[in-house]
Structure formats: C-alpha cells, structure tokens
C-alpha cells in the first residue's frame, strides 16, 4: 500500500515529532513496509487459534500474608530533623 505525504506530516503530527524532509521520505518507506506486513499477516489462516495478550502462560503467583515483626519506630525516628513519636513531621506544602 503506497502511504501518501499527507499521512507522514499526520503521523508526525500526532506523535508531535518534527521530521526533517530528508527523514519523511524515510518514514514513509517504513510505513509502507509495516503496511505489508501487515498484509502478510492479514493473510494467515487463524481458523481455532485462541486469542491471547500474551504468548506465554501468565498467572499470578501470591504468598500468604504473614504477620511479621517490623523495625523499631523509635530507631527509625531517630534520625528525622524534627522529633516526633508518631511519624515524620515535614514543613506543610498545601494551603
């Protein structure tokens, strides 16, 4: 499929990339080439294949939660720049 200039300046519009006009030439090749490969694959028999995302078998692997002991809140208060029992104290940032 012959890809026009028009659509080149659109693509390069769309992506908000600037391309030289030595470079426009170039892309439009590679559209076209990515067009024709496309139709190589628009041309495959898929007859029963399932639909996939991915073309490995994915599937989460979880843990149990488990209660564990943590660091000590003192020590890790310790070295803030401005003591607090409960947490970190920073200077506020929204009115």
């Not at 994915?58 to 660091?71: A, W, Y």
């Not at 020590?75 to 803030?80: D, R, T």
């Amino acid at each position: 499929m012959k890809i026009a200039q028009e659509i080149v300046d659109y693509v390069s519009a769309l992506s908000r990339l600037s391309l030289p006009e030595g470079e426009k030439a170039a892309m439009q090749r590679e559209l076209e080439k990515i067009l024709q490969y496309m139709d190589v694959l628009e041309g495959l028999d898929t007859a029963g294949v399932e639909p996939m995302s991915h073309v490995i078998p994915l599937e989460n692997i979880m843990r149990e939660d488990r209660v564990m002991p943590s660091q000590d809140r003192g020590e890790l208060l310790a070295g803030a720049p401005v003591p607090d029992q409960e947490a970190f104290l920073t200077p506020k940032s929204v009115e």
